[in-house]
């Protein structure tokens, strides 16, 4: 015969699975986010990025050799040059839009830019180096040194880096600055996914109890089940949809960046490697039993969704650190407050997660990681049983932590 918790665990999966809406997200979530990630990554890149365009500058004559420098640099550079002795007509051609801004020499050997718009990084930066090495080149030219062999000595040299690899013996040579923001940007997304997927499993468990509750249909469900079962039926069964969603996400994400490497030749970074989703799906699942147990208990000591989003109110704080730390975190995955915040159960998932994706982490650490993570779901379901046991027929009052932990205390 079907245990009462077997049953209470497939309605909530059904329940949750059989939506619409869960089919929906889960087919076009990856999408979606690859979306939220890549467009502004790429609009930005195209805002700063204006190398193909044809750029109008102004300059305000002054017959100096320096002037004509610059004006003679820019245009061999591809750049629309608009020369004027008079300041007025560079002014008005600005706010008709006929150029981006012009350059007037200060009387002193610098120059000046003057736009409506100085927040083009693109042109203020290329106009700067311009403007820079003319007048260089001319000081070296006084001094009666020739400026293209002291650029030539100057030049700067390449470092590359080489990613050393202590099972293989090896050493392969890697993009330094991709791989900065690689390990940055994929424990972002991670720990973004797994603050996401927890707050919203963890409070439809919250809102479930709190909807049953209020309209009195746990009273006839407790008549035929157990609260222990009850709860944990809830906990587990969407832990279980959760568990199906991310599985078909993973198995997205893995397709998608094999298929994009076999066609255009992109090597992986090791932070998309296939282990790194394994530890993906292994952190959100602990996380969700540690905080869905932490759902149920304050839903069942909870009159309505807006007194369980009070009591909630540790829990979301639990789930937010992390990712204020993330930053910090993976730069430095071995720091003492990485360390300690990957150890401690209510901030590990995200934390051990980032520190696995930047880095090495020592194998003592994830497994102490994973043992306290377990311990803690064990001891957090067992106090949320006792909580549930006791709040789920209480009603007509907005309970407080001081009464949860005096229930803990009944015996």
């Known amino acids: 015969m079907k245990s009462k918790l077997s049953t209470v665990l497939a309605y909530e999966f059904k329940k949750i699975v059989c939506k619409k809406s869960f089919i929906i997200v889960t087919i076009l979530g990856p999408f979606l986010m690859a979306a939220l990630v890549l467009i502004p990554s790429l609009s930005s890149i195209s805002s700063v990025d204006r190398s193909g365009e044809t750029i109008s500058i102004g300059i305000l004559s002054d017959g100096s050799n320096l002037t004509y420098a610059?004006?003679?640099t820019l245009s061999a550079s591809g750049w629309n040059i608009v020369?004027?002795?008079d300041e007025e007509s560079l002014k008005s051609a600005v706010f008709s839009k006929s150029i981006e801004g012009y350059l007037a020499p200060d009387g002193k050997g610098a120059f000046g830019y003057y736009s409506d718009d100085t927040g083009d990084l693109y042109v203020h930066s290329t106009l700067k180096n311009v403007v820079s090495n003319v007048i260089i080149s001319d000081r070296l030219a006084k001094q009666g040194l020739d400026p293209q062999m002291v650029?030539?000595?100057?030049e700067e040299t390449g470092l590359p880096s080489y990613k050393l690899s202590q099972k293989e013996n090896s050493a392969e040579e890697s993009d330094s600055e991709g791989s900065y923001i690689m390990k940055l940007l994929v424990p972002l997304f991670f720990a973004m996914t797994?603050?996401?997927a927890i707050l919203l499993y963890g409070q439809s468990i919250g809102r479930s109890v709190v909807a049953e509750k209020s309209s009195k249909i746990v009273d006839v469900l407790l008549s035929s089940v157990r609260p222990?079962?009850?709860l944990m039926g809830k906990i587990f069964g969407v832990a279980l949809s959760g568990v199906l969603q991310f599985s078909i996400w993973i198995?997205?994400?893995l397709v998608g960046v094999s298929l994009f490497s076999t066609f255009t030749g992109f090597i992986i970074p090791v932070q998309l490697s296939p282990i790194n989703f394994v530890y993906l799906g292994v952190f959100f699942l602990l996380g969700f039993l540690l905080f869905g147990a932490c759902y149920g208990a304050v839903g069942a000591a909870s009159e309505d969704e807006q007194h369980m989003g009070q009591l909630s109110y540790p829990f979301l704080l639990c789930l937010i650190v992390p990712i204020c730390f993330i930053s910090s975190i993976s730069s430095n995955p071995n720091s003492a407050l990485a360390v300690f915040l990957s150890l401690f159960p209510f901030t590990s998932p995200m934390v051990m997660l980032t520190r696995l994706v930047g880095g090495q982490v020592p194998i003592w650490q994830l497994a102490l990681s994973i043992v306290l993570l377990a311990g803690s779901i064990y001891l957090v379901m067992k106090l949320a049983a006792?909580?549930?046991?006791v709040g789920i027929l209480l009603t007509g009052k907005n309970f407080k932590f001081a009464d949860m932990k005096s229930w803990l205390l009944e015996k």
């Open 251 to 253: 198995i997205f994400a």
């Open 70 to 72: 610059v004006r003679d």
């Open 151 to 154: 650029f030539s000595m100057m």
């Open 228 to 230: 222990d079962d009850l």
């Open 83 to 85: 020369e004027n002795t």
């Open 194 to 196: 797994i603050y996401m």
């Open 386 to 389: 006792k909580i549930f046991r």
